[in-house]
């Protein structure tokens, strides 16, 4: 039996992966007409409140409220920490108990690639990854444990493990795992089978998908300055007094301007096939669950 909907939270949830194509998505998205995404891309206003593996969050509710267009077909947010299990929990129940039935997609690649990005993501910002390990340290040091069930570089990529705590809330039909290689190569079809799953006009294309976003060539590291500044309190305190929009505006000027070119890291052989053998399992549990092939994967 379907919950009650309530009429002001989101009906989508892009929940991840994180490092898989998120951002482009959430804009693709928000070219629909009958779909409205997030102002704030990330708002993971169901995560909770952990500063330690949370950078930022939007925990009022009606600040969170007014992140979306009110009368929307289709309202969505796109937060990665919502497939971070073990590492943060309790997302699913917290959505499901603010909320009707609403649709997830859930984004995935190759999850030894995922992991190198978002260590090179992690490494390029030096926010929050270089409490024990020096900012230039090698790719294997800075991973740490990769058995560690709470490695955040690591735990991402078990992509049924995430899963599963959805369907324990949620019925199977509400969600559509996409991998990012067919985004990516195969957008108009790709994008037309999230439209239908989602209930909106499938033909709907509109040249701003051709488009990426948050791609591995924008990189840069961002400057000692930068970082420092990022975590001064008041700094902080007045940037989320800002509206939305213009918080946003002026962080991607700060970033752009206080960064530099930067060569990013890359796991060598030996830790690549450390990696693999740790999620070929659970690679195989989501092909046999998605029943998609993954060709282009190196598991």
């Known amino acids: 039996m379907a919950r009650e909907k309530n009429t002001e939270m989101p009906t989508l949830f892009v929940i991840g992966a994180a ?39 939007i925990g009022d509710r009606q600040a969170y409220l007014e992140l979306f ?3 929307t077909p289709v309202r969505g947010e796109s937060s990665t920490s919502y497939s971070r299990f073990p590492l943060i929990q309790g997302v699913p129940q ?32 030096r926010l929050g990854t270089m409490k024990d390990v020096g900012a230039d340290a090698p790719p294997e040091e800075v991973l740490g444990d990769l058995d560690d069930p709470l490695n955040r570089f690591v735990c991402p990529g078990f992509y049924m493990r995430q899963i599963r705590p959805y369907l324990e809330c949620f019925p199977q039909a509400g969600l559509l795992v996409v991998d990012s290689d067919e985004l990516r190569s195969d ?15 499938d033909d709907f294309w509109d040249e701003g998908m051709n ?25 902080r305190a007045a940037a989320d007094r800002m509206p ?47 029943g998609g092939k993954f060709a282009g994967w190196s598991i």
């Open 19 to 57: 490092k898989c194509g998120t951002t482009s998505l959430h804009r693709y998205l928000d070219l629909h007409p009958e779909i409205s995404m997030s102002l704030e891309k990330e708002p993971n206003f169901f995560a909770p409140p952990d500063p330690s593996v949370i950078d930022q969050r």
């Open 69 to 71: 267009e009110a009368g």
């Open 94 to 125: 917290a959505i499901a108990a603010e909320t009707g039935d609403p649709k997830f997609v859930f984004l995935v690649r190759d999850p030894v690639d995922r992991a190198e990005a978002e260590l090179r993501e992690l490494m390029s910002s």
């Open 187 to 201: 957008r108009r079809d790709t994008m037309a089978r999230i439209f239908a799953f989602l209930g909106v006009d």
């Open 211 to 235: 488009e990426e976003h948050n791609t591995a060539a924008e990189k840069k590291r961002r400057s000692e300055i930068y970082v420092r500044m990022s975590k001064v309190p008041v700094l």
């Open 244 to 290: 939305v929009r213009m918080k946003r505006d002026v962080f991607r000027a700060l970033r752009s301007s206080l960064s530099k070119p930067w060569t990013p890291p890359q796991l060598d052989d030996d830790l690549r096939f450390r990696l693999e053998c740790l999620y070929r399992p659970e690679v195989e549990d989501l092909r046999e669950f998605t």
